[in-house]
C-alpha cells in the first residue's frame, strides 16, 4: 500500500499553556502528511496537481485520532501516512505519528474529492480520475 | 445532560484555499466550547478552575468528527456542546455546529483530567474531584 | 475618521507555554477586525464584497504591533479599529487592543487592494474603486 | 554577528482563501527561527534552555515586518535570523525570508528576557545572564 513518511518537530507555537502541543495541531500535522503522499504519488506539488486533474482538494468527511502520549515543544517526530483504502470518490488515510519509538498519535481520515461547481461557491464530490487511482494503488 | 450553548463567526483567517473552513479549525472551536461548558457549570473562568482545582488541564485522549456541510467566512455558527458521560478520570463530550438550521459537523470528544507530577515535566491522569462530578452531573 | 470597535475573548489555544497569548494571534485578530471594519463600511460581508468589487483581497505590505501588557485565557479584549490614511491602491489601519482600561497592544497595517490577473495565480495591486474610497473616507 | 538560517515549505495550512500565505503565518515562522537562532549559540533545545536559565521565556515587545512578495503552499523558503542588538534585558532580531533568490519578507523583532514572579502570574523583565550575553555576542 501507498505509504509516505516525513519527519516534523513540535514548535513552541504548537504548543499550549499546559507546555505539551494543543491537540488541532495534529490535524494540521496530518493534513501536510496527506498532501506529501499525494505529491509524491502523482509527482508534483499540491498547487499543480490542483491545476493539473482540474479539482478543488480533498476535504474531510471524517477524521478520527488517539492521542497516546503527548508530546512537547522541540520534540522531533515522524508521521507515517498510508493509503489503506480508495473508492469512487473518497480514500480513507492512516497516520502513525512515533517519538522516538513511541507510538504518539493515530489519525484517521476518510477524504473526498471535489470539485468547484462552474460560477458556484459550492463544492461537489466527483469520480477520482483514473490516472489518480492508477497511482495511488501502485 | 449538561449543554450549553455559544455562537462564533468563521473568519477569514480560519478558511484555506479552497474557500472553505480547514476542519483543525473545528477542533479549536470544539475545545474553546468544551472550556465554556466547565466555565459555567463550574462558575469560574478556565483560569481560575486549572487553580482552584489545581490540575494541569483536560487533554484529549480520543477525538472524532463527522463533516457533513462546508462552512465559510462570514458564516455565523451555533455549537451546543453537550457532556454525555462522565467517568473516574476522563469524560466524554459531543458538539453539534449548526449554520443556521443545518447540522454541519458534529464533534465527539473523550478527555481525561490530569495533574503535573511534583517538579516533573510529565501530566498524569487523576480521579475528578467529587465536586466536580456533582456540577458536572447537576 | 472611520472607525469600528469588537470585542473577542482570548481562549486556550491563543496561548502558549507560558500561558500568555502566542503573538502571531494578535495579528489574526487584528485581521478580523479589518474585515469588520470594511464589512460595516460596505454593508455587506467580507465574501460578498470581494465578489461586488470583484477583487482578491487587501493584503498586507506591512505590519508593524508594540506589545505593552500580555492577555491571557479568559481576557476580554476590546479592539479599535481605525482607518488613519486612504491612498490610490492602498490604505493604512491603526488598533487599539484594550484590556479593561489598560492598553495592551497597538497594530498598524499598510494594506494593498489586490486583483487577480486574468489565467494568472499572480495578485497585482489596482486602484481602490472611488465608491469604496467615497464608503471609507465618510 | 550571530546568524542562523533555516528552510521551511509554505503549507496548504498556512495559505487563506486569496491561495497565498495568511500573513501572520510568517510570525509563527519568525518565532520558530528565533528559537533555532538561540538553541544553536546555547548548545540545548528551548525546552532545555528554559529551565537552565530558569527564565520563562523571550516575549516581544515590538514586532515589524515587511511583506515583498507573496509566498504559496508548496513554496520552499529560506529564513536567515540575525541578532542585530543586544541590551540589558532585550535584544533584538532580524529576519530575511527569501523564496529562490527573491527576499520575500523581512521581519524585525524586539524580545525581553522575562522570569515568572514567585506565586504570581506575573512576568517580569531580567537582566539577560552574562553567560548568555556572551553566547550571543560571540
Known amino acids: 500500500?501507498?505509504?509516505?513518511?516525513?519527519?516534523?518537530?513540535?514548535?513552541?507555537?504548537?504548543?499550549?499553556?499546559?507546555?505539551?502541543?494543543f491537540y488541532p495541531r495534529y490535524f494540521e500535522i496530518f493534513d501536510t502528511s496527506t498532501t506529501v503522499l499525494l505529491e509524491r504519488a502523482l509527482g508534483m506539488n499540491k498547487i499543480d496537481y490542483l491545476k493539473a486533474y482540474d479539482?478543488?482538494?480533498?476535504?474531510?468527511?471524517q477524521s478520527r485520532a488517539r492521542f497516546?502520549?503527548?508530546?512537547?515543544?522541540?520534540d522531533e517526530v515522524t508521521i507515517e501516512t498510508t493509503l489503506v483504502d480508495i473508492g469512487r470518490s473518497s480514500f480513507?488515510?492512516?497516520?502513525?505519528?512515533?517519538?522516538?519509538?513511541?507510538?504518539?498519535?493515530?489519525?484517521?481520515?476518510?477524504?473526498?474529492?471535489?470539485i468547484r461547481q462552474a460560477g458556484a461557491r459550492r463544492l461537489?464530490?466527483?469520480?477520482?480520475?483514473?490516472?489518480?487511482?492508477?497511482r495511488l494503488k501502485a
Open 1 to 21: 500500500m501507498l505509504t509516505s513518511t516525513r519527519t516534523t518537530r513540535i514548535e513552541w507555537c504548537d504548543c499550549d499553556p499546559a507546555g505539551i502541543i
Open 55 to 61: 479539482f478543488a482538494g480533498h476535504p474531510l468527511v
Open 68 to 74: 497516546r502520549v503527548p508530546t512537547r515543544f522541540g
Open 92 to 114: 480513507k488515510i492512516e497516520h502513525r505519528l512515533q517519538k522516538a519509538d513511541t507510538l504518539a498519535v493515530e489519525g484517521f481520515e476518510t477524504r473526498v474529492w471535489v
Open 124 to 134: 461537489k464530490s466527483q469520480p477520482i480520475p483514473p490516472d489518480v487511482v492508477a
